[in-house]
């Protein structure tokens, strides 16, 4: 069986609800059972934005989350709430370039990718997630990259859609860092 | 059954009560239903019906009134502190027997409050917000999938029984999104509504809607006449869902997205060989005694858990009537009970009975 409790954490604009849905999308499109829970409300609207995303075999149970097996966070702030949170053996993923703090656990996986920096190397900042969707998908293999695709086709409107070879490019390069 | 698609509970609310023949939208903007206005807004003009946006939340459902009076199918939204200020209407609509949908999605008060989800509405919804001897049907969902499913059938209880039905979901239930599968042929009953006033070109009696009955024999006559219907209401319309039951140590009663959480309780539980069970309410009213009668016998104890200081805890103690003991644990002001805050209660209670 598998169950995925995904948690993505961030400031607003980074692309973090976004992220989620995708995730949920990708799931769908292999016919799991999904959910996603977005932040809303007053830590939003501080800049600060956090989703909840299920993905399972089985019917979920609950949509809101107080463990999770695998975490991206793209700030500092969002490391220090969520770190506790992850399963023994879990995964957390970082954007090195904006995370400075050092991950304290020594029993989950823990994978730094300057994200942001490769992003803006690369022509386009809001590009940062999908290098670490694309470590997430690695290390959890709660998607694979061809419904990754289907949701981006799926989720984004149809005058970006020229924008998915270049982002399909940008996740291949998060799944091997 | 048709498409699948990724959507917001709020947005499937709407699509859901368009698919049901809802032509008629009126409401005000507040967090966290919003979305359910902003999908009408889009939508409604698009397939001839009426969206607006009212001056306020009285404004809107003077507005459901008028147009439930012409025997349209019609809705408005909100959440907790806008459904206090609709509850003038709500009576008025109760007292005029009119069908109409409410729907609330709750954030946690009293007052402004805030607006993270809660259940703290439970009493105004099922006992009576407004003044007067009156219920609405109130329906619970737990999943985006039973959104869609309920506000279909929200608006067939509604004409059946000319009665308001609502919608009660939090904010959980509103923002996220799950799998919904919409049905090519929506199930709409059609119903005769000879009571409508609709225009008569001279060719009937006009008909009269009103909630006004001064000579109180009259009143009571028309009261006595609601009592009858609520209680045939009670009779057929109870739902719910029993999960785990069969020789559960503990059953657990709660409805919305905090019966979601109590299942993962439950799955977790089992996993230690730890034998929980879920009634989950999905009518608030008529509340579903029949699920307590059905498991009565088979645990030590129940335990209600609610996003509330425990309300429909008392419903549920006045169905079991002593005959067994009920425990409560709860959050409140728009926190989410944990599986660790019922764990901890569950095992409290084993200990007590062991």
Redesign the interface.
């Known amino acids: 069986m598998s169950l995925h409790e995904i948690i993505i954490a961030g400031f607003g604009g980074q692309g973090i609800l976004s992220a989620g849905?995708l995730l949920?999308?990708a799931g769908?499109e292999e016919n799991k059972?999904?959910?996603?829970?977005?932040s809303?409300?007053?830590e939003m609207r501080g800049g600060t934005a956090n989703c909840m995303v299920v993905v399972s075999d089985k019917e979920?149970?609950?949509?809101?989350l107080?463990v999770c097996s695998a975490l991206i966070v793209m700030n500092n702030p969002s490391l220090e709430k969520f770190e506790s949170w992850v399963k023994p053996g879990g995964v957390i993923i970082t954007d090195s370039s904006l995370v400075h703090t050092k991950v304290k656990r020594s029993d989950v996986k823990v994978f730094e990718i300057p994200a942001t920096k490769l992003a803006t190397e690369a022509g386009n900042k809001t590009y940062s997630n999908i290098y670490l969707l694309g470590k997430l998908l690695t290390e959890t293999n709660c998607a694979t990259p061809e419904s990754f695709e289907k949701a981006l086709y799926?989720i984004l409107s149809k005058k970006k859609h020229y924008m998915i070879p270049e982002e399909m490019e940008v996740l291949k390069v998060g799944m091997g860092y | 059954m048709g498409q699948?698609l990724?959507m917001k509970g709020n947005e499937v609310i709407a699509e859901a009560a368009i698919r049901a023949g809802c032509r008629h939208y009126f409401g005000y903007p507040i967090?966290?239903q919003t979305e359910l206005m902003h999908y009408m807004a889009k939508k409604m003009p698009t397939i001839g019906g009426v969206f607006m946006q009212a001056e306020s939340e009285v404004a809107a459902i003077n507005m459901v009134y008028g147009a439930a009076s012409t025997g349209k199918r019609v809705m408005t939204s909100s959440s907790s502190p806008g459904i206090s200020l609709k509850q003038e209407g709500i009576s008025y609509i109760a007292g005029a027997q009119l069908p109409a949908v409410i729907v609330n999605i709750m954030r946690g008060g009293p007052g402004l409050g805030?607006?993270?989800p809660s259940q703290s509405d439970y009493f105004q919804a099922t006992k009576g917000g407004g003044h007067g001897d009156y219920h609405m049907v109130v329906l619970a969902p737990a999943s985006v999938q039973e959104l869609y499913d309920l506000t279909v059938e929200a608006f067939n209880i509604s004409d059946r029984y000319r009665i308001m039905t609502m919608i009660l979901g939090d904010?959980?239930l509103g923002?996220?999104?799950?799998?919904v599968e919409f049905r090519d042929d929506e199930n709409i009953e059609s119903f005769d509504k000879p009571w409508a006033a609709n225009g008569h070109d001279n060719k009937r009696e006009h008909n009269m809607i009103t909630s006004i009955h001064l000579d109180p024999a009259v009143l009571e006559q028309w009261n006595i006449g609601f009592q009858e219907k609520y209680n045939l209401i009670r009779q057929k319309e109870q739902r719910y869902e029993l999960y785990n039951c069969e020789d559960a140590e503990i059953i657990l009663v709660a409805y919305g997205?905090v019966a979601?959480?109590c299942?993962?309780v439950?799955?977790q539980a089992a996993e230690k060989g730890i034998k929980l069970g879920l009634i989950r309410p999905i009518t608030l009213f008529p509340f579903p005694t029949n699920a307590f009668e059905e498991v009565l016998d088979i645990p030590k104890a129940f335990l209600t858990v609610e996003m509330s200081s425990g309300q429909m805890l008392e419903d549920v103690k006045l169905t079991i009537e002593g005959r067994k003991p009920v425990y409560f644990t709860g959050r409140m002001g728009g926190m989410?009970p944990?599986?660790?805050d019922i764990m901890t209660k569950v095992n409290e209670i084993r200990e007590k009975h062991s």
């Open positions: 849905r949920a999308y769908m059972q999904v959910s996603f829970l977005p809303y409300g007053p979920i149970a609950s949509p809101v107080n799926g | 699948k990724l967090t966290p805030g607006i993270q904010g959980v923002q996220m999104m799950e799998v997205s979601r959480i299942k993962g439950i799955n989410i944990t599986v660790n």
